[in-house]
């Protein structure tokens, strides 16, 4: 549903605010002198509503990029977000000041109320929409970056002021007469859902009763994890229609079951496959099972080869693959090891070729103690109170000079999750050595 008109009209006339940011009928150009101010008004405890920050490419001049592309896409957001453009200038600086929470490259960033700057777990709230889907689909792309201010909006109780406007009651010579609704016509159960659903429904009920997306998770496990409010709310919005029920369903736990039906639906959207490993490591959230502990900066380094973008797809497979094999080792059903479901994944499961998936490193890099040293990658202290662990498994997600991997510690027949220590370039061997 679009902003209506009349928004659009009266928040030039007005001075409206969400705590201490303006919410103007356009978006705020912020120079290096406003920089800290801007992160001021993103950690401020009394604003309320979401604020949109975009970044400018390189090559683009800013007018042109605020004309061509910064403003259709945020039609949709005029008066429920404030909306800051980060010049060229002043792009360096905020991303030095907001290490876990940068915006580069054209990308627009929605950060939440309560934004936390030391923190990287904090990160995975604020959403990222790449540049490519800007060019690629514009309306798409404006419809989901709505998406979270709306739902945010809706959400919050009216000011006083305004909850003190009495509903508007219109004589009875002005209102319409109610026309005459049609019966709805009686069609199979399948009419409402996209072909995407179909198929993601028919994938998951030739299962045999095992949910292979990662979903039948125990609440003990998920309670403290955290959750993507863009991706939960989002697909609910989109995906209105559920996929067909697994055999034995009725035994799934309410939070199992619309955790299913969350992930089938985003996974059967082309959409939701991320093109970066900014938009990559900013989604971590929506693998429950998986934890990131690694060093951002290296993973983000990869946007910056030529083949960023399918490793990062790739990655994002292999993620899937690990999270889905992940809710069925907590439930001892996994039948081994990682290696071994990426050799006999289950039917309706993501499949990820088992020659990229290595189950240790070689016996030389395990005695080499600096090579060894690389490997000793965070965990929490519940795994290891040295809070290091030699993460010798690994995913091959790329070739060539930087062959990146990424490294874990399936850790799922103990604390229940799998701990990804490393996303980056090539750790030292024999060969890189």
């Known amino acids: ?193 996209s072909d995407a659903q179909r198929r993601a429904g028919q994938r998951t009920s030739r299962s045999g009763g095992r949910l292979c997306t990662g979903l039948a998770v125990p609440a003990h496990l998920t309670s403290g994890a955290p959750t993507s409010g863009l991706s939960a709310a989002g697909v609910r919005a989109e995906h209105p229609a559920r996929p067909e029920p697994l055999p034995g369903a009725a035994e799934m736990t309410a939070p199992a079951e619309a955790e299913f039906a969350r992930l089938a639906a985003l996974h059967a959207d082309k959409y939701a496959v991320p093109d970066s490993f900014g938009e990559l490591v900013g989604r971590f959230a929506e693998f429950p099972l998986l934890q990131f502990t690694g060093d951002e900066k290296e993973t983000l380094a990869l946007d910056d080869r030529p083949d960023g973008s399918g490793w990062a797809r790739l990655t994002w497979d292999g993620l899937t693959a690990l999270q889905e094999y992940a809710a069925a080792a907590v439930r001892g059903q996994a039948g081994g090891d990682f290696k071994q479901w990426c050799e006999h994944t289950p039917p309706g499961c993501h499949h990820f070729p088992p020659r990229k998936a290595v189950r240790w490193e070689s016996r030389t890099v395990e005695s080499h103690t600096k090579w060894k040293r690389e490997r000793m990658l965070p965990v929490p202290p519940s795994v290891d109170s040295s809070r290091r662990a030699f993460m010798g498994a690994h995913l091959r997600i790329g070739g060539g000079s930087t062959a990146p991997r990424l490294h874990y510690l399936d850790d799922c027949s103990g604390s229940g999750r799998i701990y990804v220590g490393y996303i980056g370039h090539h750790l030292t061997n024999t060969r890189t050595n």
Not at 9 to 17: E, F, Q, S
Not at 66 to 79: A, E, F, K, N, W
Not at 157 to 179: F, G, I, K, S, T
Request: overall charge negative; charged content about 25%.
């Open 1 to 193: 549903m679009p902003v209506p008109e009349i928004v659009h009209r009266l928040l030039p006339l007005l001075d409206a605010t969400d705590g201490p940011c303006e919410v103007g009928a356009g978006p705020r150009v912020v120079t290096p002198d406003g920089v800290d101010g801007l992160i001021d008004e993103l950690c401020d405890p009394e604003r309320r509503l979401a604020a949109v920050v975009v970044s400018v490419p390189s090559a683009v001049p800013l007018d042109d990029w605020i004309s061509d592309q910064v403003r259709p896409l945020l039609r949709q957001v005029t008066g429920l977000a404030s909306v800051h453009v980060l010049s060229p200038t002043a792009l360096p600086l905020f991303n030095v000041a907001m290490e876990y929470h940068k915006v580069y490259g054209g990308a627009v960033r929605t950060y939440l109320p309560e934004v936390d700057p030391a923190s990287r777990a904090d990160a995975a709230r604020h959403q990222v929409l790449a540049r490519h889907r800007m060019e690629e689909d514009g309306r798409r792309a404006a419809a989901l970056l709505a998406r979270e201010p709306r739902l945010l909006a809706a959400d919050r109780v009216p000011p006083p002021p305004l909850a003190a406007v009495p509903d508007l009651v219109l004589p009875p010579e002005a209102r319409r007469p109610a026309r005459a609704e049609r019966a709805p016509e009686v069609r199979g159960p399948d009419v409402r859902r």
